[in-house]
């Protein structure tokens, strides 16, 4: 599966959301009028708007204001109902969804079945080429779906799939539907709470399967919000309030969710009361933050992991010891303490402590600080005389990458670069591409509270979020074997033993768990950041 979350921000993986100007004000930040109010929130520049598209938390962030999810998570993140009326099974393989009446999306459609079963298998086929296709993979003709090249020659030569629609789905009536999976997976419900599995309206097709053009730049959802305008790229994104919503009403009436290239100019914008709610603080900022914002710094739990990833499919990096040198050579302790002002907590395992199952230091001795045990095992396994680590410029990274290079040079002996992407969007994309970049800073929020969000979108063979290249066929197994397990405890004990496996391997580098370390303007009250990195836009509320 894949990520909704792959994060762009430093303290947290960033999805910021929405943010819209004052109504009828000169400044940016909220003007009067209570519920009727506009806030802002700032995000960077989202990569898709798609539901089936999006795989990082600031186009997620916008998706929360636009669509309702089947399901969300409470505070002990078990999944309850919102969208669904009930999702059933006797057996883990055949699930009944049964939906509550009176949804709409906001071009006045009615949220049926249907909705979801075309917008499911409009991200399941693979032509489509959806970035969160692999989400589908455990419903029944799923594979069916995919092109197969069997000569290895490139996507070009590959003959079409043999289906266009998952053999899985069944419209039992208007409000009901059953999923039939390929094999039992007890955690489905909990996956229902991700954004690929949010519905599309007849509207967003030109033709069955084929979405309009343009859908993206303003797509029509079923959430509490609905879009005002269209995106406006690099610079801002606005909804309002839709008052047919049969759920919990927003208690403002617009959001615009304001595009950032920097965090320090997001920063000074709340400082000067023309940003309403900054989901990440800046590095450079975290010293001040508390002196500057008083009761407006807060921080809360998230379940952020940051990681350096290597492209594994490169001959420099091919090579574990070269990988497990560099980790050793990086002193994680001595940057949360400079760099973060211990905002955040070293990471030692490749999962959140915030999902059961989490183990502490499962890394082991690869993510223990050795420096002389790393040089030597570096010069032994031919690592390059040169590293670069590529990171997005809109996201705050700057400080604790110069400080890691810092430390390989002082480690390792090699010449090491700091290199800023723009925008986060360019680096996904030239990850994608798989271009040249050296090592590469990621970020991730769980698409949903179990351990196999942080393992398999991330190392499977062809996962969807796997942009290091690595590829371990008892892995995968092992991960395969522990979605069919029969219940959660049997498949934790089969996912952790996939993380053994990724302590051995090292295709990343753990770095640090997050918390979400954030603020507000005076302008703005109840402000809540979840464990996705989203900001709550049901509790957000103006100051009259």
């Known amino acids: ?39 802002s929130i700032a995000i960077v520049e989202p990569q898709h708007l798609v539901p089936t598209n999006v795989t990082e938390v600031n186009g997620n962030q916008v998706l929360a204001a636009l669509f309702a999810p089947l399901v969300d998570y409470d505070a002990q993140s078990k999944p309850y109902e919102v969208a669904a009326q009930s999702v059933t099974t006797t057996d883990n393989k055949v699930w009944t969804i049964k939906l509550k009446p009176g949804f709409t999306f906001h071009n006045g459609e009615k949220v049926t079945a249907e909705s979801y079963i075309d917008a499911w298998n409009y991200g399941a086929y693979g032509p ?43 419209k039992v009536d208007d409000n009901t539907f059953t999923v039939t999976l390929s094999a039992p997976y007890a955690d489905f419900k909990t996956v229902l709470g991700y954004n690929a599995f949010y519905p599309l309206p007849q509207a967003a097709f030109s033709a069955p399967g084929v979405l309009k053009d343009g859908y993206e730049n303003a797509p029509i959802g079923d959430g509490p919000f609905k879009m005002k305008g269209t ?26 969710f304001r595009i950032y290239q920097q965090l320090t100019a997001a920063y000074a914008d709340l400082l000067s009361d023309n940003l309403d709610v900054l989901p990440t603080i800046p590095t450079e900022n975290l010293s001040t933050a508390q002196t500057d914002l008083g009761d ?26 070269v990988r497990k040198a560099v980790s050793m050579a990086i002193d994680r302790d001595a940057i949360v303490k400079s760099v973060f002002k211990g905002s955040q907590t070293a990471a030692r395992s490749f999962v959140s402590p915030v999902v059961s199952g989490y183990r502490d230091d499962t890394c082991g001795e690869a993510c223990t600080y050795d420096p002389a045990k790393a040089k030597a095992l570096y010069q032994q396994a031919g690592g390059p005389a040169k590293i670069q680590i590529t990171y997005n410029g809109d996201g705050g990274h700057k400080d604790w990458v110069d400080a890691t290079c810092n430390q390989l040079k002082a480690n390792l002996g090699v010449d090491c670069v700091g290199t800023a992407e723009p925008k986060f969007a360019d680096l996904l994309t030239k990850l994608q591409k798989k271009q040249p970049v050296g090592l590469f800073r990621s970020g991730w929020v769980m698409d949903y509270p179990s351990m196999e969000d942080y393992l398999g979108p991330l190392y499977s063979t062809g996962g969807s979020s796997n942009y290091s290249g690595y590829s371990n066929p008892q892995f995968d197994k092992l991960v395969k074997e522990g979605n069919a397990a029969p219940t959660p405890e049997a498949a934790q004990k089969k996912y952790q033993q996939a993380e053994d496996i990724l302590a051995k391997d090292l295709p990343v580098i753990p770095l640090r768990f997050g918390e979400n370390v954030f603020g507000s303007s005076t302008k703005v009250s109840n402000v809540h950041v979840d464990l996705f990195q989203r900001v709550n836009l049901l509790q957000l509320q103006a100051s009259n």
């Open 1 to 39: 599966m894949q990520v909704r979350r792959l994060a762009a921000w430093t303290a947290l993986p960033v999805a910021a959301t929405l943010g819209l100007a004052a109504c009828g004000g000169g400044n940016g930040g909220s003007g009067g009028g209570g519920a009727n109010q506009a806030v």
């Open 231 to 256: 995106w406006q790229h690099d610079s801002k994104i606005e909804v309002e309030r839709y008052d047919a919503y049969p759920g919990d009403k927003p208690k403002v009436g617009a959001i615009e």
């Open 296 to 321: 407006r710094y807060q921080t809360s739990p998230m379940s952020a992991f940051q990681f350096l990833e290597f492209p594994t499919f490169q001959k420099e990096f091919s090579n574990p010891d």
């Open 128 to 170: 489509n080429g959806q970035d969160t296709n692999t989400f589908f993979d455990k419903i029944a003709g799923y594979d069916d779906m995919q092109s197969v090249d069997p000569d290895g020659d490139g996507p070009q030569q590959a003959p079409a799939p043999k289906a266009k629609t998952l053999s899985g789905l069944r």
